[in-house]
């Protein structure tokens, strides 16, 4: 697979600003590392680079937005079980990144990535209760777990079904640091034991924590000064290029 070296300035580059930008949205929105980095990091290089690069870094910020938001955490069972889905869902995914062809990986990330935008757009009023959101938490957890696993990318299932709970933002921050911090710990042993994750991509998962500790305060100053809209529809138009190049890579590698 296409790897980041550590001599090369451009892996570095590339690297840097799709997890500075990243950190920007997630400081803004409480969310969204991976919707900026993975797709930005697999546009030029290997999917499964993307992917095991941010579990590491995704663990360490989303443990410190654990304890900074544990007293917003609701009083059901929710937050634990859909935490508990994600873990068990991470695990399958991570077996899916490691065995499925990298054109596969390509075009579901890019679906993944499309999806999300289109319900972004698309359905924007969507509301479910919290009887609902009980009742889906597990098969909810679990697909999203699949998808971050394989792809690293859930955005289109946990954002999407937190955000239609609408929840408090300190209690949506929470619960969803709780599920990504708990599909790291899954994540990180398999992709080891499987041989994703090198010693190389350690020392650059640390070096990720970088641009993300700097975008994270960045994010959170513009979240207070601009529109919330007009930073959506400017990340969703990020999001199409990136995903367009990423499905116009997956043609060329069948061709």
Not at 183 to 194: D, E, H, R, V
Request: with cysteine.
């Amino acid at each position: 697979m296409t790897t980041i070296s550590l001599s090369d300035p451009s892996s570095f580059a590339i690297m840097f600003i799709g997890l500075f930008f990243g950190a920007i949205l997630k400081g803004t929105t409480g969310a969204g590392l991976p919707i900026i980095a993975i797709p930005t990091i697999a546009a030029f290089y290997d999917v499964r680079i993307a992917v095991v690069l941010l579990v590491i870094p995704n663990f360490f910020t989303n443990v410190w937005q654990i304890r900074k938001y544990r007293t917003h955490n609701l009083t059901n069972t929710f937050a634990r079980n859909f935490a508990l889905a994600g873990i068990v869902g991470a695990g399958i995914g991570t077996l899916l990144l490691a065995y499925l062809p990298l054109v596969l990986l390509n075009i579901i990330i890019a679906m993944a990535v499309f999806a999300y935008i289109a319900l972004r757009l698309f359905r924007p009023e969507f509301h479910l209760t919290t009887n609902v959101m009980q009742k889906w938490e597990w098969i909810a957890g679990g697909s999203a777990g699949v998808l971050q696993g394989a792809v690293g990318l859930s955005s289109p299932i946990t954002i999407t079904f937190l955000h239609a709970g609408r929840l408090p933002r300190f209690t949506f921050i929470y619960i969803a640091s709780l599920f990504f911090a708990g599909m790291c710990i899954i994540q990180l042993p398999l992709q080891l034991a499987l041989g994703l994750m090198t010693k190389e991509l350690v020392i650059l998962s640390f070096l990720a924590l970088i641009p993300i500790f700097v975008g994270l305060p960045i994010g959170e100053r513009v979240g207070r000064k601009i529109s919330i809209v007009l930073f959506d529809r400017t990340i969703l138009v990020l999001l199409t290029v990136l995903a367009i190049k990423m499905l116009t890579d997956a043609v060329l590698m069948l061709n």
